[in-house]
């Protein structure tokens, strides 16, 4: 299962926002390192990565640090460990940038994901996960960049394609580019909840 979060985007459309949702690349996190995993909610699965993948999630505004609990704690610091005896452990990367992703640690999160993709580069769904964390940063390019590169990987990766089209329409303020994007997601799965959200999207970029 992947989790759906609905955010209100600045620089919207007409009543001065865009109401919308930021989808993760894949399945949810089962918390069993160094599993990749993420998200809950009604999204489509990504395909995954020998496991559960990581997913995306909502960001208007970087947000501080979460505590993590002490079980989220304790497999952080057992999967920090775990990469620094073996730096070329990319699943170990990869579920600890799902971990930092989970408690908002942005910075932390883009570099664990960076770290896993330098093994490993052609993941869409890790790509997607970065892309979020990214956006969360202000790094609209860089998050745009690897929406694209996930996409290109996998043109049927919607949770990517969707995502293209939240930074284009909220951030770049590019919304034809928006409404290409979200078309496409529209027709690839046009019984998903992503074409229910692009639909959504459409709808406000029209008034």
Not at 98 to 108: G, S, V
Not at 182 to 192: D, E, F, H, Q, Y
């Amino acid at each position: 299962m992947n989790r759906n979060i609905m955010i209100a985007l600045a620089g919207g459309l007409a009543a001065g926002f865009l109401a919308g949702y930021f989808v993760f690349g894949g399945d949810s996190h089962n918390g069993t390192p160094p599993v990749v995993a993420a998200p809950t909610g009604p999204i489509m699965p990504a395909p995954s990565l020998g496991g559960a993948v990581p997913g995306a999630m909502p960001g208007a505004m970087p947000a501080g640090p979460a505590l993590p609990s002490a079980e989220v704690q304790a497999r952080i610091n057992r999967l920090e460990a775990t990469v620094l005896a073996d730096p070329k452990n990319f699943g170990a990367w990869f579920a600890l940038g799902n971990d930092y992703f989970d408690t908002h640690q942005h910075q932390k999160a883009v570099d664990a994901y960076g770290k896993g993709l330098a093994i490993k580069p052609d993941e869409p769904n890790v790509l997607t996960d970065q892309g979020v964390m990214y956006r969360d940063l202000g790094q609209f390019d860089k998050a745009l960049a690897n929406f694209q590169k996930a996409n290109k990987l996998d043109p049927n990766h919607v949770q990517s394609l969707f995502n293209m089209g939240v930074v284009y329409s909220a951030d770049l303020h590019k919304p034809d580019e928006a409404a290409k994007a979200w078309n496409k997601v529209i027709a690839l799965a046009p019984g998903s909840e992503q074409a229910a959200q692009a639909r959504q999207m459409l709808s406000q970029l029209k008034k």
